[in-house]
Every structure is written in C-alpha cells, then in structure tokens.
C-alpha cells in the first residue's frame, strides 16, 4: 500500500509540474487555474510521500518520488511542450526509470 501511494504522489509531482508549465504560457485567470492545481497536486503529492515515509525508507522513498517526478515531467515536455527528445535524451530517461524500478526491487 505505501508503494502506491508512493507513486501516486510521484505522478501528483507530475500534475504539478504540468500545471506550473501551463501556467507559464497563460495569463489571467486561466494563469490562475493553473496556479490553483499547482497547489492541488503539490500538496496532494507531499501528504503522500509523508505517509509513505512512515514506512518506507527515506532515502529509497525520496529517490523514487522525485525519480518518477523527473522522468514523467520529462516525458510531458518532450510529448506536450515540444522539448527536444534526441537519442541520449531517451537513454538517460530510460536508464532512471529502470532505476526506479529496481529500487522497488531491492527495498523491503
């Protein structure tokens, strides 16, 4: 169970990741609605990694939420705001999503 909530706040660093980036290209109130998930996902996303904590290790814990953060938010660039995706790019990305995953594997 703490690993799903794990996840999920990792996917809610996402949401507010995505939420800042439209921001950044809105003005007016829609800059704010932006900015009001933003601070959904934010605080959604840390009330889960602190429960998650409580039983999972913080280190493995911290490496994963802001693993699953970098590498979705990365790919959200590259597949909605046109950021580039040459080779080396996807082989990092690839390369710390296996990562992820195998500090599943080897934490208790």
Request: hydrophobic share 60%; glycine share 10%.
């Amino acid at each position: 169970m703490n690993w799903l909530l794990l996840i999920i706040a990792g996917i809610c660093e996402v949401g507010f990741a995505f939420c800042l980036g439209k921001a950044k290209f809105s003005s007016g109130n829609t800059a704010n609605f932006w900015l009001l998930g933003f601070f959904f996902f934010l605080a959604v996303s840390m009330t889960l990694l602190y429960k998650a904590t409580q039983v999972l290790p913080i280190g493995t814990a911290y490496a994963v939420w802001t693993g699953i953060g970098a590498a979705g938010t990365a790919l959200l660039g590259i597949l909605i705001f046109k950021e580039p995706a040459h080779f080396w790019r996807i082989f990092f990305l690839s390369t710390l999503i296996i990562s992820i995953i195998g500090l599943k594997f080897v934490s208790n």
